[in-house]
């Protein structure tokens, strides 16, 4: 029997699966053309036609992966009260690293050509969803909603630093480690202060103290 023909569509996606299993291996540099073709079984010719190249591809993946994440990330961050929000959004994140463990490793260690890195632009795009939401929660509480981008900062970094450490540890299991995460950032933002102080190193002196010498 004869083996049924793909669909544009169909390869199209064929080659962006094979393609991000083997960028994530050896990286954009170290993959060729003819690898990628020898693998989907098919001639130089149809990487060509569909991304314009072996960049083209690499650019394909990243924007679907880029994609798919901001998506998942929203959604989990739009609905629910303010501690389900920051559950779910980290939730999100270890689940694309699960599901999807090529494609982040692109999206961190990888850059497309010609532009900014990858992962630090999506960075910067949770951030100012988190931002967003976080001054809502500080108005209501009776805070100062100008300071939510540094606190938007503070739990956006620790999520997607955990989660560089979890794409190779994967223990404890993704829901204990945003349950844990959650844990610290709720807590810590339930009991904020309006106007947190950093409180003098034990032993030094203020303007009001006299040292023995004195």
């Known amino acids: 029997m004869a083996r049924q023909r793909m669909t544009r569509a169909q390869r199209r996606a064929q080659l962006i ?10 990286g954009l ?12 079984g098919v001639s130089k010719p149809v990487i060509y036609e569909h991304f314009g190249g072996k960049d083209g591809l690499y650019k394909a993946i990243i924007e679907e992966d880029t994609a798919e994440l901001e998506v998942m990330i929203l959604e989990a961050i739009s609905h629910g009260r303010w ?14 690293v699960e599901e999807n463990t090529d494609g982040f490793i692109i999206l961190v260690h990888g850059q497309v050509p010609g532009e900014e890195r990858t992962f630090s632009t999506l960075l910067n ?6 931002s967003s ?9 009776g805070l100062d909603p100008s300071i939510a981008p540094l606190y938007a900062q503070a739990l956006v970094g620790t999520a997607s630093n955990t989660a560089l450490w979890w ?28 106007t947190p102080k950093i409180e003098p190193a034990r032993g030094n002196t203020t303007d009001n103290q006299t040292t023995e010498d004195e």
């Open 17 to 26: 699966s094979i393609g991000r299993s083997a960028f994530a291996e050896r």
């Open 29 to 40: 540099d170290g993959v060729s053309v003819e690898e990628i073709a020898a693998r989907a």
């Open 83 to 96: 501690r389900e929000r920051i559950e779910g959004s980290i939730l999100a994140l270890l689940t694309f």
């Open 125 to 130: 795009r949770s951030i100012a969803q988190v």
């Open 133 to 141: 939401f976080l001054g809502v929660a500080f108005k209501h509480r």
């Open 167 to 194: 794409l190779d540890q994967r223990s404890p299991d993704k829901y204990a480690v945003a349950a844990h995460i959650a844990n610290l950032a709720w807590n810590g933002l339930s009991g904020m202060e309006a």
